[in-house]
């Protein structure tokens, strides 16, 4: 499944309620690492199709940041029925980002 593209305040709310497992990328098009785990996170979204997967640009969406107290990019935010799952990820870490999917994946 292609990875969602955030784009309001409103949509990240109807999209994080939904019933599905939800993984949030929040990156900065500036951020190093951000730039070298997208391809990854891309390609998760395409064996986890089961799962959704957005992207929050912190510089587009900084309502949405502020209000996910977003600090570090990349962070990683795991959400089902509106309710979050576990702690943030922070850091380009996919042996943990891998460790939740294969729980909820």
Known sequence: MPTIHVKSNKEFKELIGSAKVTVVDFYADWCGPCVAVAPKIEELSDRFPNLQFLKVNVDDSADISEECEI???PTFQFYQSGKKLQNDIVGADLPKINEF?????
């Open 71 to 73: 600090r570090a990019m």
């Open 101 to 105: 999917l294969a729980k909820h994946g």
